[in-house]
T-cell receptor, first 113, second 113 residues
């Protein structure tokens, strides 16, 4: 079945360490997105990529980095520069010409200990 | 920032219709209204979208006012599994370009037995 997979589901990190969250899709979608969600809040856009080897900052990109070397993959690195990284991270994808919106993964819950 | 206003919470009795309102008074002519929902600790799920006309699918109906400044999502026979946070989003679509989805805090719908 086609879909979008995020791993791991739960992740613990020590302060000062970088950590990379995985996002893979087999939907042949051109665009991919990373959102952050804090308790009781909506989703905020971190980074997005409309095409391979290209990506743009969203509203809260500071302390995060991404790469888009393959169409299927859009990993997010949470760096030590991110002051408050504990959150629920969601990855999504969409076809370039679509109008039906995004397909979301099931999320990764990151906790800094 | 999100361009929509929704009540923070609503209750609905199981089996009854759930009517979720959304105000988008600054909507532009090329902006669509999208609805997503998010069940606790999962990724958001697409429900429905529309531009001017009312829309219906297997999940819900979307009623958009004639001036397009507000809309209502209707779940005709709510079940306990419809308990979720519902997000109303306006999104620009023009030609081959789609705007990013910007999520507000949504409405937490609680369906009660």
């Amino acid at each position: 079945d086609g879909g979008i997979t995020q791993s791991p589901k739960y992740l613990f990190r020590k302060e000062g360490q970088n950590v990379t969250l995985s996002c893979e899709q087999n939907l042949n979608h051109d665009a991919m997105y990373w959102y952050r969600q804090d308790p009781g809040q909506g989703l905020r856009l971190i980074y997005y990529s409309q095409i391979v080897n290209d990506f743009q900052k969203g509203d809260i990109a500071e302390g995060y980095s991404v790469s888009r070397e393959k169409k299927e993959s859009f990993p997010l690195t949470v760096t030590s520069a991110q002051k408050n990284p504990t959150a629920f991270y969601l990855c999504a994808s969409s076809a370039r010409q679509e109008t039906y919106g995004y397909t979301f993964g099931s999320g990764t819950r990151l906790t800094v200990v | 920032d999100a361009k929509t206003t929704q009540p923070p919470s609503m209750d609905c009795a199981e089996g009854r219709a759930a009517n979720l309102p959304c105000n988008h008074s600054t909507i532009s002519g090329n902006e669509y209204v999208y609805w997503y929902r998010q069940i606790h600790s999962q990724g958001p799920q697409y429900i429905i979208h529309g531009l001017k006309n009312n829309e219906t699918n297997e999940m819900a109906s979307l009623i958009i006012t004639e001036d397009r400044k507000s809309s209502t999502l209707i779940l005709p026979h709510a079940t306990l599994r419809d308990t979720a946070v519902y997000y109303c989003i306006v999104r620009q679509i023009e030609g081959g370009s789609q705007g990013n989805l910007i999520f507000g805090k949504g409405t937490k719908l609680s369906v009660k037995p």
